[in-house]
């Protein structure tokens, strides 16, 4: 029996794990190429509201806008709103946000003025749109008595800016039907926050109950999945919601695939990107529908998904309002916990979430003392190899048990070449006189690599770790070390941790153990410098550890 054989299939597991996630970044499927069709409900004969969901139970199905755009893309006035955290496009024509940047997020250190941009219409066809929509009555036009997105408000000013010591701002859109229904659409901001409440205030002014319905929805551009062999695995764009405990993912091949249609309490819809998103939070204690449909716009393809609220009916003289929260910017997990139930786990860690969420809790607590993530990171791997210093140690002194019976297992080996049961029977013989556990040394490879993977889809998914600094060109530890030091580092710690251990009696393992510290070094050249740093320490942690056990074995031998 060989002790090294169950490491030899962890790392092999592990190397085709990576293998498999760059193969699928550049094997991520194309766009399908569908057939444009017919709008099942058009809306007055304007082929421009295809993307307005059809009243009833059912989403509108997809169909071919013939209309082009306005000037530019935009119909009607653009309103610019400014606050310390935002800066938001809002269209007059239904308040549509055409695009929303984030300031305080720069895309790169590189460049520290150009900020991450999450809405872009003329980018990526990624706009949140929301309105209302009056109960079809036979014979009444249900557009001339509530604003959809398409409709035109108006607008007192160009620009509003959060001036200092202001803590609140809003903006009002105006609205209002030929029969004395006024609607005003308002966009709350707060100081130091990423969450809009947006409100729709109808004043009915008319002589009959006024009864309708709101909708929130996102549309978003079709998107290959973002990566790069820097990450090694692709960063999930496209949609999701929540409701009942259950969290959904909808890729966009999803939405091509079957449209969404429940009615649920509460919960919320979102489009994902990377490190951020946008998301429509509803009256979580009010009946909401889900909806999605997909669209064609001259040959542009874009992706809706939307949620719509209960009718509310309005006395004449009386007042009514619809309230919804819209969230957009960086995917802060205690942020988005205090906003809705839920909506953290859009910080997706797949299938080591149980791993992540703890390690990145437990580097939380670590960073309020340290206030560093790379210290952080080096304080977590020495309380990670504290935790497991007992299990660890019994399985270095089995390491050191087989490197002093290392002479006796070759001798076995040369004479039993030609007798495989023999020399098993053999070794186990040794190994039960020595009181050894052959598979003891492969324990300590059993706990890095489930924490190694919960790490690092920490760094890879955390918004709080990018561009996150530690000391010297370490700028941003979610990237590669732009000059390679720690993954060459890794690699001659490595070699000489294996120095530590006992040589294989095997031929061909050897010289595969010899290739390893090569192996690694050229894959972690790519890999998050801080998860390389997390590997480093543990490496000269472990070859600490094992020299003082060999030292302590071999001096009472």
Not at 9 to 15: C, E, I, P, Q, R
Not at 294 to 300: A, L, M
Not at 365 to 386: A, D, E, P, Q, Y
Not at 422 to 450: D, F, S, T, V
């Amino acid at each position: 029996m060989d002790s090294q054989r169950p490491f030899l299939y962890l790392t092999l597991l592990f190397m085709l794990f990576l293998i498999w996630t760059t193969w699928q970044q550049d094997h991520a499927p194309k766009p399908p190429v569908t057939a444009a069709s017919t709008v099942s409900a058009p809306t007055n004969g304007d082929s421009s509201a295809q993307d307005v969901p059809v009243q009833g139970n059912a989403p509108a199905v997809p169909g071919q806008q013939a209309a082009p755009p306005a000037e530019n893309g935009v119909a009607g006035q653009t309103v610019t709103v400014r606050t310390d955290t935002l800066v938001l496009r809002i269209n007059t024509r239904g308040g549509e946000i055409l695009e929303t940047d984030l300031p305080t997020y720069p895309v790169s250190l590189d460049t520290p003025d150009k900020p991450v941009k999450i809405l872009d219409l003329n980018g990526r066809n990624y706009v949140a749109q929301s309105g209302l929509q009056h109960q079809v009555v036979e014979g009444v036009d249900a557009k001339a008595l509530a604003p959809d997105h398409l409709a035109t408000y108006a607008a007192a000013q160009n620009e509003y800016t959060l001036a200092d010591g202001q803590d609140e701002l809003v903006v009002p859109l105006t609205w209002q039907s030929a029969n004395g229904v006024m609607v005003t659409k308002r966009f709350v901001f707060k100081r130091g926050s990423f969450l809009v409440n947006v409100e729709h205030e109808v004043n009915n002014q008319s002589t009959s109950i006024w009864s309708g319905t709101e909708y929130r929805q996102l549309k978003h551009g079709y998107a290959e999945n973002a990566g790069s062999l820097l990450s090694g695995v692709q960063a999930y764009v496209g949609g999701a919601y929540y409701h009942d405990g259950k969290y959904t993912k909808l890729s966009f091949s999803d939405l091509d695939d079957k449209q969404v249609n429940e009615t649920v309490n509460g919960g919320w819809v979102a489009m994902q990107e990377h490190y951020f998103l946008s998301a429509w939070i509803p009256q979580q204690e009010q009946e909401t529908q889900y909806y999605s449909m997909v669209t064609q716009n001259q040959g542009v393809k874009g992706y809706v998904l939307g949620m719509r609220s209960v009718a509310q009916q309005v006395a004449p003289g009386a007042t009514g309002i619809f309230k919804s929260g819209f969230y957009v910017g960086p995917k802060d997990q205690d942020t988005l916990e205090k906003i809705a139930t839920g909506l953290d786990l859009t910080v997706d860690y797949g299938i080591f979430a149980f791993i992540s969420k703890p390690i990145f809790w437990l580097m939380q607590m670590i960073h309020n003392v340290v206030g560093n993530w790379g210290w952080t990171i080096i304080f977590l791997t020495i309380l990670i190899k504290l935790a497991f210093f007992y299990p660890s140690a019994m399985s270095y002194k089995s390491m050191a048990k087989m490197k002093a019976v290392s002479p006796k297992l070759k001798d076995i080996n040369e004479r039993y070449a030609d007798d495989p049961q023999g020399k098993q029977k053999a070794m186990m013989e040794i190994y039960r006189k020595e009181k050894i556990n052959p598979l003891g040394g492969c324990l300590p490879i059993l706990i890095q690599i489930p924490v190694f993977m919960g790490l690092y889809w920490v760094l890879l998914e955390s918004v709080e770790l990018r561009q996150a600094p530690w000391l010297l060109w370490y700028k941003d530890l979610s990237i590669m070390d732009p000059y390679y030091v720690l993954p060459l580092i890794m690699g001659g710690s490595m070699f000489l941790q294996q120095k530590l251990n006992p040589p294989q009696v095997d031929p061909m393992q050897q010289k595969i153990f010899q290739f390893m510290p090569i192996i690694f070094t050229v894959m972690f050249l790519f890999f998050p410098a801080g998860l390389v740093l997390y590997w480093v320490v543990n490496n000269i942690l472990s070859m600490a550890q094992q020299w003082y056990i060999n030292k302590k074995i071999v001096g009472h031998a």
